[in-house]
């Protein structure tokens, strides 16, 4: 299969389209993470769709002194990813092509949720995302869209711009691709010196940490709903020799509602250890939120969350992300 390279609208909408088209917008600079989700957009636009990938390194999204001059721009390798993922089409347009009358004058609102967390260390970053986004999902024109789930905050409000303004199409959360110890791939590691990744693999390490200690609790939880905590109860589990482990999962289920309180701890261990290493991390921000809105969650909340952390090391800063279920609807996702 021959991988067309694109770089007008004109271009795109002149192809002849059978069945589904899936799309799946970068910035280039493509590594496996891009390509988990163009083989995904190839498994849901099955043999007889379409999968556009996108490359378009957006302005509106760098703020001043962010890396938009020095972000990699590698097209002739990217096309070849692409292709080797199963990609019938790359379209990159240029800035012009994407804004033909200069810097918009309209543009998408990201609202509150886009001022919590990467709004706030990078304020108008999302209203710039939203915009690319919605114009690229005008240009493209596709049925599905897939995102990765390790811009956790921003696959929440394109899913949220697509549900209020009346998009009409699916969007599809891919999970995150990490490499063998653990870092989360992205474009930017690349900028990473060994020392410097060193010391960058705290932020998963620490989900990780987090995640060990959601998962203990919750099977510490499930263990003390299975016990009920009745005389004749403990004094059978005392003849089995079980007392002491109806007594830690009745512990347990009585200080249940401080388990995000417990998960944010053990997170936050590994990021303070990793605070006096050479070169030291720097934190942005921890959180463990609702991702209906990316909002702190209470000790008492049942449900998804995703646990959330921003670091630089150097010059570079990266995010990662863990999904995470309380209480009732289970454990780790």
Do not use: C, W
């Amino acid at each position: 299969m021959t991988t067309a390279l694109l770089s007008t609208a004109d271009e795109l909408h002149a192809r002849v389209r059978h069945g589904r088209r899936a799309v799946v917008m970068t910035m280039g600079a493509l590594h496996e993470g891009h390509a988990t989700l163009i083989r995904s957009a190839r498994r849901i636009a099955g043999a007889d769709g379409e999968v556009v990938v996108t490359v378009f390194v957006n302005p509106l999204q760098f703020g001043a002194g962010e890396d938009l001059d020095r972000y990699p721009r590698t097209l002739d390798a990217d096309l070849s990813l692409a292709a080797q993922a199963g990609a019938d089409a790359v379209f990159a347009p240029s800035v012009d092509e994407v804004y033909p009358g200069g810097e918009p004058q309209v543009r998408i609102s990201a609202g509150p949720m886009g001022e919590r967390l990467e709004g706030a260390s990078r304020p108008g970053h999302f209203d710039g995302v939203l915009t690319v986004v919605a114009k690229l999902l005008h240009l493209t024109r596709p049925d599905v869209a897939l995102f990765g789930q390790k811009d956790a905050q921003q696959l929440a409000l394109i899913r949220r711009m697509v549900r209020d303004l009346n998009f009409g199409m699916e969007i599809v959360g891919v999970p995150t691709v990490r490499e063998e110890d653990g870092l989360a791939l992205s474009s930017r590691n690349r900028y990473l010196s060994p020392r410097e990744r060193h010391t960058a693999l705290a932020l998963s390490r620490a989900l990780f940490a987090g995640g060990d200690r959601h998962a203990a609790q919750e099977a510490l939880r499930a263990r003390a709903l299975e016990v009920p905590s009745t005389h004749a109860r403990a004094e059978a589990l005392s003849a089995i020799g079980e007392s002491r482990a109806a007594a830690d999962a009745h512990a347990v289920a009585t200080v249940a509602p401080g388990a995000p309180a417990a998960v944010r701890a053990a997170a936050r261990q590994v990021l303070d250890e990793a605070a006096r290493l050479d070169p030291p991390l720097r934190l942005d921000y921890l959180a463990l939120v609702d991702p209906s809105d990316f909002t702190e969650i209470g000790d008492d909340f049942t449900g998804e969350a995703v646990l959330a952390v921003a670091a630089r090391v150097g010059s570079t800063r990266l995010i990662d992300n863990l999904p995470l279920t309380f209480g009732s609807l289970g454990a780790a996702s």
